[in-house]
T-cell receptor
């Protein structure tokens, strides 16, 4: 079955710097890759997603890139702010599994002012 | 209404109690999900309902019993839980099983 590895597990950056979180997946048939942000005590919030027919997607300060050949995708956050501090989860969706999200283990991002 | 709501926010129950968690969405979504999340871990899928029919049960113990009374409501009935079942229980919904899922705020469950 699908397996998603996420790195790093913790990431600390200075305010204004960029942050990059990487995920690799094992099932080449997976076709949908969402990213969720979860602040302490809050719900996971969908922040950006990408489908397998697209290589890159951007929304203001966040972007996601997908390399299907290498089976990895990355989240890029530019001009980080303290409110970006949270745990970020990547996920992959293999087809034909009823919408099951296979999550990475999460990255705890800390943005220091 | 663009949110998934869950009640109660917090629940403390003994191992012999019976309780229920409720989830509601009014976005016209036809897929609804229950997840369990332990601290600092990703959500783990428990059940998926698609068009009000149970489509996935991730080998969840029978002390957890899901119910989908209509397309807007999802319940999780709890009975004879164990302390290790203490966790955040998240509900999610999506237009259908092929698209983005939106999570509710969760119910923080403590089993004593």
């Amino acid at each position: 079955g699908e397996n998603v590895e996420q790195h790093p597990s913790t990431l600390s950056v200075q305010e204004g710097d960029s942050a990059v979180i990487k995920c690799t997946y094992s099932d080449s048939a997976s076709n949908y890759f969402p990213w969720y942000k979860q602040e302490l005590g809050k719900r996971p919030q969908l922040i950006i997603d990408i489908r397998s027919n697209v290589g890159e997607k951007k929304d203001q300060r966040i972007a996601v890139t997908l390399n299907k050949t290498a089976k990895h995708f990355s989240l890029h956050i530019t001009e980080t702010q303290p409110e970006d501090s949270a745990v970020y989860f990547c996920a992959a969706t293999p087809p034909g599994q009823g919408g099951k999200l296979i999550f990475g283990q999460g990255t705890e991002l800390s943005v220091k002012p | 209404d663009t949110e998934v709501t869950q009640t109660p926010k917090h629940l403390v129950m003994g191992m012999t109690n019976k309780k229920s968690l409720k989830c509601e969405q009014h976005m016209g979504h036809r897929a609804m999900y229950w997840y369990k999340q332990k601290a600092k871990k990703p959500p783990e899928l428990m059940f998926v309902y698609s068009y009000e029919k149970l489509s996935i049960n991730e080998s969840v113990p029978s002390r957890f019993s899901p119910e989908c009374p209509n397309s807007s409501l999802l319940n999780l009935h709890l009975h004879a839980l164990q302390p290790e079942d203490s966790a955040l229980y998240l509900c999610a919904s999506s237009q259908d099983v092929r698209v983005e899922q939106y999570f509710g705020p969760g119910t923080r469950l403590t089993v004593t």
